[in-house]
């Protein structure tokens, strides 16, 4: 029975997967910070597939010293891990700074997913075939002007119209951690894969005003299924065509391969981001032997080829 950790699987695209990769056999891990959610989300599981076996980790994806201590925890009672799906996301409408001083939407979307796969790379690595597929968004497009390393700690505040680009920003860097990944386990059983989701109709935005009422008429009118950007959460997490495929960017268009924009297509400038990422997290840090500095590029996946449907 494989074991997938998964984050954000109290709802949206999330929570869907959860319920497939269950009846497909799964192990589930979940994060969670709500932990009313939480039982709602393993209430769904077991309706669909009363044998699946579900734990719960409560975590702060905000506070990066309870994402170490919940990676710690999954670590210590799973060994092995066959799949880490970073999903966890936050779009908010302005700016809020978490108790370590972190601006949140950087902090839950960019740095809580770096940190917690750090963290549990002991047990993907030691796992033939394991995957880390992180959700990414096209929304990386849009990200304004890239400052790094002065974006990882940016408490400015923003507008709801200038949040978009706030969004944008930690999304691009998703896809930067996701490449890099890529390459530092090159020399390991550990793929890495990323991917945009697409529009889906999620709570994602549900600090807008009006929200609530825009996602009742989207899913009258069947615009935005989230169970597309679900599906292929599940597909780089299970599907054969993806064993030992790593290094991607993935559209739920066909599964095709997206270039990301620069500088996300910059060996270099990915390598600079992680040590970064790595000098401003290392309080929280364990050491591991799983990602070396400096790995040529994996020769097994080169940009551009990868499985399409």
């Known amino acids: 029975m494989p074991t997938v950790v998964i984050t954000g699987a109290t709802s949206g695209l999330g929570r869907i997967a959860a319920v497939e ?40 994806l905000s506070a990066m010293g309870d994402v170490a201590r919940a990676g710690a925890a999954i670590t210590a009672a799973h060994p092995s891990i066959d799949a880490l799906v970073n999903n966890a996301g936050l779009h908010a409408f302005r700016q809020r700074v978490t108790d370590d001083g972190l601006p949140e939407m950087m902090a839950v979307n960019y740095l809580a997913p770096w940190l917690l796969t750090h963290t549990l790379l002991p047990s993907l690595t030691r796992t033939p075939g394991s995957r880390v597929i992180s959700v990414a968004s096209e929304a990386s497009r849009r990200h304004g002007t890239l400052t790094l390393p002065h974006d990882l700690t940016d408490t400015t505040p923003f507008t709801a119209r200038e949040s978009s680009l706030v969004y944008g920003r930690s999304k691009l860097l998703d896809i930067m951690f996701s490449l890099e990944l890529a390459r530092r386990l090159s020399d390991t059983p550990t793929s890495a894969n990323c991917l945009d989701p697409g529009f889906n109709v999620t709570g994602l935005g549900r600090e807008l005003r009006g929200a609530a009422a825009l996602e009742r008429t989207l899913r009258a009118l069947r615009i935005g299924d989230p169970r597309r950007g679900a599906g292929l959460i599940v597909r780089l997490a299970t599907d054969p065509a993806f064993a030992g495929v790593s290094g991607g960017y993935y559209t739920v268009r066909r599964a095709r391969a997206l270039t990301p924009v620069a500088p996300a297509d910059d060996q270099d400038a990915r390598a600079r981001l992680w040590d970064q990422t790595e000098e401003l997290l290392r309080p929280h840090l364990r050491p591991t032997t799983a990602t070396p500095a400096n790995q040529p590029p994996p020769a097994r996946t080169p940009p551009g080829r990868r499985p399409s449907a």
């Open 21 to 60: 990769l269950a009846r497909r056999g799964a192990r589930l891990v979940l994060t969670a910070r709500n932990p009313s959610r939480a039982r709602d989300t393993v209430a769904e599981v077991r309706a669909t597939t009363p044998t699946a076996r579900v734990e719960v980790i409560p975590v702060d």
